[in-house]
């Protein structure tokens, strides 16, 4: 049974999406099997991974899991990473595209928030974690990926707009999602810092995250670094001596992980 974690913020832009790609990374390197299930409309996690879409192959996407709402049907959309390194193979990916948005249309639908939990059961057995990237939003497909995990990661920036959308997303899977989303079990595992630079405003945003979120916090925070953002944009895993700052410190955060969220 893979344990599913969903990254989450209510706020966009604060590294939720380099954080799932670059956690996946190391746990894939770490030798575990992850799967990543982009919940945003944006497709950003599965342009990070090097999956594109096709207009000829007109390959599947979690939208059309999720409008199946059958057991398992996340099955069928489940592909192949386009990165080129040892550990890729074991990194897989169901993709998403801008058609994500038309599951917002099925937000009042009564239980629709169980589609992507449904969609899942019995797809990602064989995977070791499945990371649920989220969009910016504690809505609709923010509240199917908080339904189908077991627990949440908080990734945010030190900065005053992303720690009260951060705080936002700790109230609502504390004191909702027990109710609305009938998942009593949903915990939140860590808190990410990331993008910290070394001005002194940071450094006071930071210790108010450690004081609001105290041992949930891991370590490392990530650094701010253009050549993170670079490999992000470029599709690329984090190879070479570029990126051996931020490929150190997410090996410490897989760690991290690792510790906080045991695989079963
Ligand atoms: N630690 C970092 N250093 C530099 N740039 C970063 C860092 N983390 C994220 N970015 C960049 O910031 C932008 C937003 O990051 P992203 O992971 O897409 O955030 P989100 O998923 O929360 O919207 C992207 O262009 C990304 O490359
Ligand atoms: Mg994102």
Redesign the pocket.
Known sequence: MARRVALV?NK????????TVRLAEGLAKAGKRVLVVDM?PQG?ASSMLGWFYDHGLKQPTISQAIRADTEGAAAGVIQPIGWDAPYAGRIALAPARLTLENRMAEAGVDGAWLRLDTALNGADDSFDYTLL?CP?SVFHLTQLALAAADDVVI?TEADIYAIEAAERVRDFVNVRAPKSLANPTLTIRGVVI??LTTTAVQAEQRDSIRRIFGDLVWDPT?????T??EA??DALPLTGPRTAE?RASFELLTASFLKAVPAE
């Open positions: 913020n966009g832009g604060v590294g939720k999406t380099t954080t945003d950003n990237d910016p990734v990331n993008a990530i650094k701010h670094r253009t993170l953002a992000g944009t931020p």
